[in-house]
């Protein structure tokens, strides 16, 4: 089993910055595939940043150049820094693991995802 907690969500002004980490007791990172997912009032959950188990990354596109994710398997860490926060990166950031890559990365096989962390709120003012 894997439980997933979430910490680093906050509220801070456009412009600022905040980091996000996801610990986990229970198995390691190393074998996950994992990310960071966010869901806003009214809208449905997207993907922000995924990372594989042989460290290949990917972002959203409204995130690129201002996130960077980043996980360590010794700590069993998963980080997400955000930087030039922008009002509308505002919502509830949740941190997912799963053996099966194609369930984090495919946002149509997204719901089979086998853990979820309980999610951090980063809220952003203008």
């Known amino acids: 089993q894997m439980q997933l907690a979430e910490s680093g969500g906050g509220s801070v002004q456009a412009g600022g910055s905040l980091r996000l980490s996801c610990t986990n007791s229970?198995?390691?990172?190393?074998?996950?595939?994992m990310g960071w997912f966010r869901q806003a009032p009214g809208k449905v959950r997207e993907g922000v940043a995924t990372?594989?188990?042989?460290?290949?990354?990917s972002y959203a596109d409204s995130v690129k150049a201002r996130f960077t994710i980043s996980k360590d398997n010794a700590k069993n860490t998963l980080d997400l820094q955000m930087n030039s926060l922008k009002p509308e990166d505002t919502a509830l950031y949740y941190c997912?693991?799963?053996?099966?890559?194609?369930?984090?990365?495919?946002?149509?096989?997204?719901?089979?995802?086998?853990?979820w962390g309980q999610g951090t709120q980063v809220t952003v003012s203008s």
């Open positions: 990372i594989d188990s042989d460290g290949e990354i």
């Open positions: 997912a693991a799963d053996l099966r890559c194609d369930y984090i990365f495919d946002p149509t096989k997204r719901s089979r995802v086998g853990y």
């Open positions: 229970g198995r390691t990172y190393s074998s996950y595939c």
